[in-house]
C-alpha cells in the first residue's frame, strides 16, 4: 500500500507529515530521506510481516508456560505445629521442615494465646523452640504464622497443658557418669514414675543426673542451663509422689537441705490407719509440738533484777511491774534485812526520833534566824547546841535504845551540812 505524504514542518527528532484529506502525522525524521524539507511530498509503502509476528507470539506464549510451571503450580505449605513434651512450668514445640515452594521466606513467628511471643531464629534450619516461666495446671494456645512473597500462612491452633505438682511424665534426665549399679537402678526408677531417658542432652532434657561433673554431655547440660543433680533426686521424687525442689541435690550441695518423707504410699496407710489428719497439722500456720514445747529460759525475780541493776549502774535495764503492789524501795529494804544498812545519801538528812525532831528543827531555827538579823557567830550558839545534843543521847542511852536508834539520834552540824537550811527556806 503506497501513501502520499507532503512535508509541513521538519524538526531534529520528528517530522509533521500531511494527509491529501488534510490530517497532521507525526513521524520520526531520521526515517525519511535525506534532504527533506518543508513541502516535499514522500511516498511511504505500509505492509504487514506476518512472519515477525508468529515468532513474536511463540515467544510470548513459551514465557507463559515457564512463570506457571515454575510460579504458578506450587504455593509454601502451612507450618505444622505439635507438641514434644511439657512439664509443670514449661513447653517445647517442634515443627516440620517450612516448605516454601517457590516463594521466599520473610518471617516465622509464634503466637502464645492470641499475642505474639517471639520471632523464630533461623527459621530454615530451626525445628523445635522451648517456652519457659508458665503456669502450673493450665492450658494455652499456640500456633505458627509463616511470611513469605507468596503470602502468609497461619498454623492450626495447637492447645497445650502444663502438668501438675504429681505428674512426673514430663521429666526427661540424661544420664552422665554414673556407676553401673547407679545407672541400672536410674532407669528401673524412669520406669516406675513414668519419665523418660535420653542418652543425648536435647532441648526437651529436664534434667542432667550423675555423680561427677566431667564430660561432653555435661558440659552442654551446663551450657544449657540444665539443672545437674545427684540420682537421689529422682529417688526422692519418687518416694514424695511430685517434683521436688532440686536445691538439695546439686553434686555440692548438702545433704540436709535435702527434703526427707515418707512415700505416698505410706502416707495413704497412715491415713487410713489413723484417720484423716487433725486441724492441727493440717493447717500449715499452724505451730509444731517441738516450737510449743520448747522450754524458755527461767525469768529472772524482781530481787535479782533489783540485784544487777544495783551492780551494773551504767547499763540500762528492763523492770517488770510489780503484782503485789509494792514498790522497789521496799524491795530494798526488804534486801537490807539481812545485813548492816548501806548509809545515807549526803542529800538526805538522817532519820530523827519523833521527840528530838522538834527540837532540833527549833535550834536550827533559833540559830538561823540570829545570822539572818546580823547577829554575829559565837562558840556559845555551838556549845549550847553541843550541850542540848549531849543531853539528848544521855536521855536515849538511858531509855535502852539500840545501836542503831543511837546512830540515828545523832546530830550533825547544820553549818556543815545544807539540809536544815533548806528546811528553813521551805
Not at 522538834?358 to 533559833?366: E, G, S
Request: with cysteine; net charge negative; proline share 8%.
Amino acid at each position: 500500500m503506497l501513501i502520499s505524504l507532503t512535508v509541513g514542518k521538519v524538526d531534529a527528532g520528528v517530522a509533521v507529515l500531511l494527509t491529501q484529506d488534510k490530517r497532521l502525522i507525526e513521524f520520526p525524521s531520521i526515517l525519511l530521506p535525506p534532504h527533506i524539507t518543508s513541502g516535499s511530498i514522500v511516498d511511504i509503502t505500509v505492509a504487514r510481516n506476518l512472519t515477525s509476528e508468529i515468532e513474536s507470539q511463540a515467544a510470548f506464549t513459551s514465557l507463559q508456560n515457564d512463570i506457571f510451571t515454575t510460579f504458578g503450580q506450587r504455593s509454601p505449605s502451612p507450618p505444622t505445629l505439635r507438641c514434644r513434651n511439657a512439664t509443670q512450668t514449661s513447653v517445647v514445640l517442634e515443627w516440620d521442615p517450612i516448605d516454601l515452594a517457590t516463594a521466599d521466606l520473610r518471617s516465622l513467628s509464634l503466637y502464645r494465646n492470641g499475642s505474639k511471643a517471639g520471632t523464630i531464629p533461623r527459621p530454615q534450619e530451626t525445628r523445635s523452640t522451648k517456652i519457659s516461666g508458665l503456669a502450673i495446671d493450665t492450658e494455652y494456645t499456640f500456633h505458627l504464622v509463616l511470611r513469605t512473597s507468596a503470602g502468609t500462612y497461619s498454623s492450626e491452633r495447637l492447645q497445650v497443658k502444663t502438668h501438675k505438682m504429681t505428674d512426673l511424665s514430663g521429666i526427661t534426665v540424661t544420664p552422665g557418669v554414673l556407676p553401673t549399679p547407679l545407672r541400672q537402678s536410674l532407669e528401673k526408677a524412669v520406669q516406675r514414675i513414668g519419665a523418660k531417658m535420653s542418652d543425648t542432652v536435647r532441648i526437651d532434657t529436664t534434667h542432667f543426673v550423675c555423680t561427677e561433673g566431667r564430660g561432653e554431655q555435661w558440659e552442654k547440660a551446663v551450657e544449657g542451663n540444665i539443672p545437674v543433680v545427684r540420682p537421689e533426686w529422682l529417688e526422692g521424687c519418687e518416694r514424695e509422689g511430685r517434683i521436688v525442689g532440686v536445691r538439695g541435690y546439686y553434686l555440692n550441695a548438702d545433704p540436709r537441705l535435702r527434703q526427707v518423707g515418707p512415700s505416698i504410699a505410706v502416707q495413704q496407710g497412715q491415713q487410713a490407719n489413723h484417720g484423716p489428719p487433725t486441724p492441727h497439722s493440717a493447717t500449715s500456720g499452724q505451730a509444731s509440738p517441738r516450737a510449743l514445747s520448747t522450754p524458755q529460759p527461767p525469768m529472772q525475780s524482781s530481787e535479782a533484777v533489783n540485784e544487777h541493776a544495783g551492780a551494773n549502774t551504767s547499763h540500762p535495764t528492763l523492770h517488770n511491774a510489780s503484782t503485789d503492789g509494792t514498790s522497789e524501795d521496799e524491795d530494798e529494804e526488804d534486801e537490807g534485812d539481812g545485813g548492816p544498812p548501806a548509809p545515807p545519801p549526803k542529800d538526805d538528812p538522817e532519820p530523827k526520833s519523833l521527840g528530838e525532831e522538834p527540837k532540833v528543827r527549833m535550834h536550827d531555827r533559833a540559830y538561823f534566824e540570829k545570822r539572818a538579823n546580823g547577829a554575829p557567830e559565837n562558840a556559845h550558839d555551838h556549845d549550847g547546841r553541843h550541850e542540848e545534843d549531849a543531853e539528848d543521847e544521855a536521855e536515849e542511852d538511858e531509855a535502852g535504845e539500840d545501836e542503831g536508834e543511837e546512830q540515828k539520834g545523832k546530830k550533825r552540824d547544820p553549818a556543815a551540812d545544807g539540809t536544815s537550811m533548806v528546811e528553813v527556806a521551805l
